[in-house]
Nanobody, 127 residues
Framework: QVLLVESGGGLVQAGDSLRLSCAASGRGFSNYAMGWFRQAPGQEREFVAAITWSGGRTDYRDFVKGRFTISRDNAKNMVYLQMNSLKPEDTAVYYC????????????????????WGQGTQVTVSS
């Protein structure tokens, strides 16, 4: 069982930055790939970024490449999403998720691969 709690969302202006955090509790965190997804009103949940268990590989959707950075601290059971140059179209609820297939060396983007999800944190970017 993995419990994920996101924080760091808020209301910002276009061009601003936010850092989302995801605190994980439960065993095995350091063995799991972790992902960030987002869901805007009326839209399906979509993959944003993910990082392998070791932090050695990351993957980003094209619409956030160069602006967002995912990182993790396995000693603290934390995953982060640094979001820079935010745009109004980044407005969504952001979710942290765990892919508990231990030791997976590659990143999976589909939501069905992720077994545990946080409650989400709202990010609103005004123009």
């Amino acid at each position: 069982q993995v419990l994920l709690v996101e924080s760091g969302g808020g209301l910002v202006q276009a061009g601003d930055s936010l850092r989302l955090s995801c605190a994980a509790s439960g065993r095995g965190f350091s063995n799991y790939a972790m992902g960030w997804f987002r869901q805007a009103p009326g839209q399906e949940r979509e993959f944003v970024a993910a990082i392998t268990w070791s932090g050695g590989r990351t993957d980003y959707r094209d619409f956030v490449k160069g602006r967002f950075t995912i990182s993790r601290d396995n000693a603290k059971n934390m995953v982060y999403l640094q979001m820079n140059s935010l745009k109004p179209e980044d407005t969504a609820v952001y979710y942290c998720a765990a892919d508990t297939y231990e030791g997976r060396a590659f990143i999976v983007r589909r939501t069905s691969a992720y077994d545990y999800w946080g409650q989400g944190t709202q990010v609103t970017v005004s123009s």
